[in-house]
C-alpha cells in the first residue's frame, strides 16, 4: 500500500505536467491578436466643455473591443478644443458622436488628406452613417466602345455605348454628412479623380465594417454588364403563373 501511493501521485504529476504542456503549446500556437490605437481622455471631461489638449491621449486597444465610432490617433488633433456633448470619465474613448463638431472640420482630415464633398444617388444608407464610418463608393456610367463592323478589315468601326457598374473607391472615411452630400476624407490624387468622377457617374455609398482589411483593391469589386442579367437566365427553367388564382 505504500509503495502504491507514491505511484498515484507520480502519475498524477505526470498528467498535471501534460496538461500545462499542451495549454502552452496551445497559446503558443494563437496568432498575435491586432491592436489599434485610438483617442481617449486623459481626465474628466464636463458636459459642454472644449476639451483641452493636455487631457486627450491615445491607447492601444484589441481591434475587436474598439467601439465603431472611436477616433483615430492619426486624428487626434481633430478633437483639440471640440465641445464634449456630454461629460466623459478619465480614461473612456472619444467618439464622434461624443462631439459637438462646432470647429472646422478641416482637423479632422489625417496628414495628407483632403477634403471632398460628394453627392450620391442613393441616399438610404447615408441617413444611417455617422462621421467616422468607412465607406466604399460604387459608380455607374456609360462609355463608348469602338466596334468593327462586318469581317473586312477596312470595315469602318461602329461606336456602342456602354452601362457599367464598378468599384470605384473600395475604402474611404466619412467626414461629415449634409442631406445627399458627404464629405470625405481621401489623399489629394484620388480627391482631384473622384471630383471629375462625380460629374459623369451615378454614385452609391457601400457600408465597410470599420476594422474589415479585405476587399482594399478594385479589383475585388469587378465590374457589372447587363449581360451578366442575361447570363443569369442560362439553365434557368422558366415559370408560368397560373391563370387561377391559388388558394
Not at 48 to 64: A, D
Not at 101 to 123: E, M
Request: net charge neutral.
Amino acid at each position: 500500500m505504500k509503495n502504491t501511493i507514491p505511484l498515484i501521485v507520480a502519475v498524477l504529476l505526470g498528467v498535471a505536467a501534460v496538461f500545462a504542456v499542451s495549454k502552452m503549446m496551445k497559446t503558443s500556437e494563437r496568432p498575435p491578436e491586432k491592436h489599434k490605437q485610438v483617442v481617449i481622455v486623459t481626465g474628466d471631461i464636463s458636459e459642454g466643455e472644449l476639451i483641452p489638449e493636455s487631457r486627450v491621449g491615445t491607447k492601444w486597444v484589441p481591434e475587436n473591443a474598439v467601439p465603431r465610432n472611436a477616433i483615430d490617433a492619426s486624428n487626434i488633433a481633430f478633437v483639440y478644443n471640440q465641445k464634449a456633448v456630454h461629460s466623459i470619465m478619465k480614461g473612456d474613448y472619444i467618439q464622434y458622436p461624443d462631439l459637438e463638431l462646432d470647429q472646422s472640420k478641416s482637423r479632422a482630415l489625417g496628414d495628407g488628406q483632403w477634403g471632398v464633398p460628394v453627392k450620391f444617388a442613393d441616399v438610404t444608407l447615408l441617413r444611417m452613417l455617422q462621421p467616422g464610418d468607412d465607406i466604399a463608393i460604387v459608380g455607374s456610367f456609360t462609355y463608348k466602345e469602338s466596334l468593327k463592323v462586318g469581317k473586312n478589315l477596312d470595315q469602318a468601326h461602329q461606336d456602342v455605348l456602354r452601362k457599367v457598374t464598378t468599384v470605384i473607391y473600395p475604402c474611404v472615411t466619412v467626414l461629415g454628412i449634409s442631406g445627399n452630400a458627404v464629405l470625405l476624407s481621401m489623399p489629394p490624387q484620388q480627391a482631384v479623380a473622384l471630383t471629375a468622377i462625380q460629374e459623369k457617374a451615378s454614385l452609391y455609398p457601400i457600408l465597410r465594417k470599420k476594422t474589415d482589411e479585405k476587399a482594399t483593391s478594385r479589383l475585388d469589386g469587378g465590374m457589372f454588364e447587363e449581360s451578366a442579367l442575361r447570363d443569369m437566365l442560362k439553365g434557368v427553367e422558366p415559370i408560368s403563373i397560373p391563370l387561377e388564382q391559388l388558394k
